[in-house]
């Protein structure tokens, strides 16, 4: 035997171990800027402590003046850490839509789940109606919450028809999301002006909402639903090769396919819920993920989780800095964000991502 | 005699050109007898000059009033049973006005509030309704209440035919801000610094508010220094709820109404005529733990008070000032009682009676001017 023939499975393992390295560096590389992002996130504020104080209002909350302990604790906190949550519940459910529809413009926006939470709150902010009885004050995100999950059971529903394929699930998506504008409009025409403006201001995002019990359910639906997904990565990796291909892996797609569909609701479902619509990070944090690690889930699901994260986190820091002072709405920060880099890497990569 | 009787009001039909808010001139066979409200909240005045019976020449409104604020809406439904019968329109603003139906009604003039412009104009209603004689007139008692309030009253008076009427309500609303005003000036206090909470209780945010428009400027003709003026740069907006706490501000005031039918059992404050102020009262003390308070000097004096939202778009604002100052200045104006001047002014102008509960505060509040930064 030749000394090439040889060396080529020791060459093959090497380069794929250079390239879990390269990945594993990558992942790190966001986990420090996603640190760095909530640090900042931190530190800033109208009112000017110092990083120092920050910290110890932290690390030691009985030690600190009461004011100090209220902004970092009731006001910078639960924001900065809802960020992160909400950026990495909708980026996860966007990448896992956009693999298992197997559709790269798949993202609870574009299933109507952002579309009927939307619908949902304004049937609350305009009419006072509750579509499940609720806590005062909770009317609201209850109500998104109870039309975000309805609109994701008619999806599953529809999809467990036979003959529908993935295509025909986006199509019936897109057509939900139609509905519930429409639905949307027909509110609004029939609300006062002011809950009209309630109801936009509601669709743009703000994570002024956050509340720790918020952000403990966000966080609860995340550490519930990851660990399944990465159970069922290598199924799901299989998944993107396409159907067939993974049944014959001995893969119930079906099966696979709606229980994926329930995780991805309840991921979709809370942050819209409780913070509006910030719709583009479930599109865009799956892509950039995409484009920068592959398609390979043991490293595309970690990543996933820290672009959303640590794109809605620098939108963060960026809506309380536009106009000092001032709350700019999140969802418009991160589309404008988030768009341009986006652009950049789809027109910069030099591979097919899709 | 005769003469002066025929210029205060001329005979039905006869053609007066008048200049609108915007500055248009616009030709109106007066005194009108058919009119559209293009507001609902246009019978604040109306109703200020056909006292008598200000339905009368109504004969189409948008549905504001009734939705934004009922409880006036059923008080004069209760003395007027036929305002049940007016037709009700959609918006200019939001695309939604039937100009066939508006047709069908004959009217003698539309008065359309100033942000309609964008809308009709593009819709070109002005044309299409300048073609069949009906002639469209702006009016603005919201954008810049100060300013235009008082040409928009001597503007309907005028076609109404009801000059002196209308001078009478200008002249009273003008003595009443100038006894705030004027005595501001006069003594000029340390401004107390002013936080606004908009529409308290509607919303689960925190912190929405006011730019210097609005109740941003009545916090300041009533001396006081509204914190968000240079930060919200338009009329409505809202701010970071750490910037509060930065800001220290001296006194809380939450607008807030009766909001049961869009957030039930909800935290707003129901202010507004005729309300239950114990309660009100008791809703109130939730706002002090509100995190972006803490430790303000507000939180620290008690200084947090709850006034009915619907005076950001009501030509009896004066009132409101009214009461801003006695909370900024008590001292000052110790002798001063918006309840009375509201009560005045319903005895004299309006149709329906007086009902207190537009205001209240915490008790045990600290006096505001004692402990204002100079």
């Avoid at chain 1, 609201?140 to 999809?159: D, K, R, T």
């Avoid at chain 1, 799956?286 to 889930?297: F, K, S, T």
């Avoid at chain 2, 603003?93 to 509030?113: C, H, M, S, Y």
């Avoid at chain 2, 200045?329 to 509960?357: K, S």
Wanted: include cysteine; charged fraction near 15%.
């Amino acid at each position: 035997m030749t000394s090439p023939a040889m060396t080529a499975p020791a060459d093959q393992s090497a380069g794929y171990r250079a390239m879990v390295r390269r990945k594993r560096w990558l992942l790190l590389g966001f986990l420090v800027l996603t640190t760095l992002s909530l640090v900042l996130d931190l530190a800033l504020g109208p009112v000017g402590y110092s990083v120092k104080e920050v910290v110890q209002a932290v690390l030691w909350p009985d030690s600190v003046p009461m004011q100090l302990r209220v902004v970092v604790w009731d006001i910078r906190l639960p924001t900065a850490l809802m960020a992160l949550a909400v950026g990495a519940a909708l980026s996860v459910a966007g990448a896992q839509m956009q693999t298992t529809l197997n559709n790269p413009l798949a993202s609870p926006f574009t299933l109507g789940i952002s579309a009927a939470a939307s619908f949902g709150a304004a049937l609350g902010l305009a009419f006072g109606v509750a579509l499940f009885p609720s806590f005062a004050g909770y009317v609201v995100p209850v109500n998104a919450f109870v039309m975000a999950m309805l609109s994701a059971g008619l999806i599953h529903l529809l999809s467990m028809k036979r003959g529908v394929t993935t295509a025909t699930i986006v199509l019936l998506g897109i057509a939900l999301v139609f509905t519930f504008n429409a639905l949307l409009a027909l509110v609004q025409y029939f609300a006062t002006e002011q809950a009209v403006a309630a109801v936009v201001f509601w669709t743009m995002g703000s994570l002024t909402k956050a509340t720790w019990p918020k952000l403990g359910v966000t966080c609860l639906v995340i550490a519930i639903t990851l660990p399944l997904f990465a159970r069922n990565s290598w199924a799901l990796t299989a998944l993107r090769l396409g159907d067939d291909k993974a049944a014959s892996f001995g893969i119930n797609v079906a099966r696979l396919r709606l229980q994926t569909l329930v995780m991805i609701s309840l991921l979709a479902a809370f942050p819209v819920a409780f913070v509006g619509t910030i719709g583009f990070v479930g599109l865009v944090g799956p892509h950039i993920a995409r484009m920068l690690i592959g398609e390979d889930q043991r490293f595309f699901l970690p990543a996933s989780v820290m672009t959303g994260a640590l794109l809605l986190s620098i939108s963060s820091v960026v809506s309380k800095t536009l106009i000092p002072g001032a709350i700019f709405p999140i969802g418009v920060v991160t589309s404008l964000i988030g768009v341009p880099f986006f652009i950049s890497l789809i027109l910069g990569s030099k591979e097919r991502s899709w | 005699m005769d003469k002066a009787e025929a210029a205060s009001s001329p005979p039905p039909g006869q053609s007066i050109t008048v200049k609108d808010l915007l500055g248009r001139e616009v030709q109106v066979r007066a005194p009108v007898q058919r009119v559209i409200l293009g507001e609902g909240r246009q019978l604040y005045l109306v109703a200020a000059l056909d006292t008598d019976n200000p339905v009368q020449r109504i004969v189409g409104w948008r549905k504001d009033l009734i939705q934004a604020d009922p409880d006036t809406y059923s008080a004069y439904a209760k003395k007027f049973p036929a305002i049940a019968d007016i037709p009700t329109f959609g918006g200019f603003e939001d695309g939604t006005f039937d100009i066939e139906q508006a047709i069908a009604q004959k009217p003698d003039v539309i008065l359309l509030n100033i942000e309609a412009q964008r809308a009709t104009d593009d819709a070109r209603y002005i044309e299409k309704l300048a073609a069949l004689g009906i002639p469209v007139v702006y009016v603005d008692f919201r954008h810049h209440p100060m300013e235009n309030t008082e040409p928009t009253m001597r503007l309907i008076g005028r076609l109404f035919g009801k000059e002196a009427r209308a001078d009478e309500f200008i002249a009273y609303r003008n003595a009443q801000i100038r006894r705030v005003a004027d005595t501001i000036a006069a003594h000029q206090p340390a401004r107390p610094k002013v936080f606004i909470e908009r529409i308290g209780g509607y919303s689960e945010d925190c912190c929405l508010s006011f730019g210097n428009e609005n109740f941003g400027k009545f916090v300041e003709v009533a001396g006081g220094n509204n914190v968000a003026k240079g930060v919200i740069p338009g009329t409505f907006g809202q701010l970071n709820p750490e910037q509060v706490i930065a800001a220290n501000p001296d006194q809380i005031v939450v607008t807030s109404a009766n909001w049961e039918a869009y957030v039930p059992s909800g935290s707003w404050i129901g202010v507004g005529p005729g309300a239950d102020l114990p309660e009100a009262r008791r809703k109130l003390e939730a706002y002090t733990r509100r995190p972006a308070y803490a430790g303000t000097r507000a939180a620290q004096g008690r200084a947090f008070h709850a006034i009915w939202h619907q005076f950001y778009n009501s030509p009896y604002e004066f009132v409101a000032i009214q009461q801003l100052a006695k909370w900024f200045h008590p001292t000052l104006f110790a002798d001063l009682d918006p309840d009375a001047t509201y009560r005045e002014m319903h005895e004299r102008f309006l149709p329906v009676p007086f009902q207190p509960g537009y205001f209240v505060s915490l008790e045990g509040a600290a006096p505001a001017s004692a402990k204002a930064a100079p």
